[in-house]
């Protein structure tokens, strides 16, 4: 499996960007996490293989969405109304075993990509 993310960049405050993460490999849940200048990775969005099933931090719901286009191998985070808090690197990863219920830990996924600098500007 691997994973290409890209789309990161830099923006203001209450702008939008989508970031990108081309899967090969096969199609598994995903999920995006990131990670800010001297703090740990943290949980971002979660997508199931279908697309069907998502969910988010509460630092980011009603304001980032994740999907997906299998026929592409693509998985989408779409961000809206970013803030300054927003900015990090930020990682997609795949979770090759699908059984499970908890999908909000790094150790929950198997694979990761080279990650994606978003910085937003105040």
């Known amino acids: 499996v691997q994973l290409q993310a890209s789309g990161g960049g830099l923006v203001q405050a209450g702008g939008s960007l989508r970031l990108s993460c081309l899967v090969s490999g096969g199609n598994y849940r995903m999920g995006w996490f990131r990670q800010a200048p001297g703090k740990e990775r943290e949980f971002v969005a979660t997508?199931?293989?279908?697309?069907?099933?998502?969910s988010y931090a509460d630092s980011v719901k009603g304001r980032f969405t994740s999907s997906r286009d299998n026929a592409k191998r693509t998985v989408y985070l779409q961000m809206n109304s970013l803030k300054p808090e927003d900015t990090a690197i930020y990682y997609c990863?795949?979770?090759?075993?699908?059984?499970?219920?908890?999908?909000?830990?790094?150790?929950?996924?198997?694979?990761w990509g080279q990650g994606t600098l978003v910085t937003v500007s105040s």
């Open positions: 997508i199931s293989w279908s697309g069907g099933s998502t």
């Open positions: 990863a795949a979770r090759t075993n699908p059984s499970g219920s908890q999908w909000s830990s790094t150790t929950d996924y198997d694979y």
